[in-house]
T-cell receptor, first 114, second 115 residues
Framework: DAGVTQSPTHLIKTRGQQVTLRCSPK?????VSWYQQALGQGPQFIFQ???????QRGNFPDRFSGHQFPNYSSELNVNALLLGDSALYLC?????????????FGPGTRLTVL | AQSVTQPDIHITVSEGASLELRCNYS??????LFWYVQSPGQGLQLLLK??????LVQGIKGFEAEFKRSQSSFNLRKPSVHWSDAAEYFC?????????????FGRGTQLTVWP
């Protein structure tokens, strides 16, 4: 049973560029959440997708956007990259109908902005 | 607003010693509670979780945690630490009543284990 997978593993971009990160949820899961983890910090919630719609959003600017596909996989897009966007981006999946908030995390994508 | 406090940024213990990592949360009701572990450059692995019932929960790798409602705490414990337990540990809370709820994390506690 494959867990949550993310691609790419590492990414280097320059300021002002745009980036797309990808996530495939755990088999049987239908909800995907994205978190940003800056160095030395705990993960911060970006947003959550269910039924191809953004359902909840954390305190992140509109430069951060996402998408969920019919197969439940998801993308995180960040436009106009800033140095401060350098972080580990974690994807987590869960099952909405489980009635509980248990999320399974992928290995993350390390984004470096130069 | 929900928040999680892990007061210890860094803890060092000797191998074989006992361990307790502290976690305090702020939430209007009883939340879901989690402890995750993260090795360098890796994602988060779930150690244990509390949803309801017995306030002492057992997890993987010999870890346990106790939910104390009166103290708004969910401290993680292990009776005898192994060198492989060196990692960063995160406490998290999740809202009840919403299956689309997000997790709120503490800033983590870095555990160093001396041989």
């Amino acid at each position: 049973d494959a867990g949550v997978t993310q691609s790419p593993t590492h990414l280097i971009k320059t300021r002002g560029q745009q980036v797309t990160l990808r996530c495939s949820p755990k088999s049987g899961h239908d909800t995907v959440s994205w978190y940003q983890q800056a160095l030395g910090q705990g993960p911060q919630f970006i947003f959550q997708y269910y039924e191809e719609e953004e359902r909840q959003r954390g305190n992140f600017p509109d430069r951060f956007s996402g998408h969920q596909f019919p197969n439940y996989s998801s993308e995180l897009n960040v436009n106009a990259l800033l140095l401060g966007d350098s972080a580990l981006y974690l994807c987590a999946s869960s099952l909405r109908t489980s009635g509980i908030n248990e999320q399974f995390f992928g290995p993350g994508t390390r984004l470096t902005v130069l | 607003a929900q928040s999680v406090t892990q007061p210890d940024i860094h803890i060092t213990v000797s191998e074989g010693a006992s361990l307790e990592l502290r976690c305090n949360y702020s939430y209007g009701a009883t939340p879901y509670l989690f402890w995750y572990v993260q090795s360098p450059g890796q994602g988060l692995q779930l150690l244990l979780k509390y949803f309801s019932g017995d306030t002492l929960v057992q997890g993987i790798k010999g870890f346990e945690a106790e939910f104390k409602r009166s103290q708004s705490s969910f401290n993680l414990r292990k009776p005898s630490v192994h060198w492989s337990d060196a990692a960063e540990y995160f406490c998290a809370v999740g809202a009840r009543g919403s299956t689309l709820g997000r997790l709120y994390f503490g800033r983590g506690t870095q555990l160093t284990v001396w041989p």
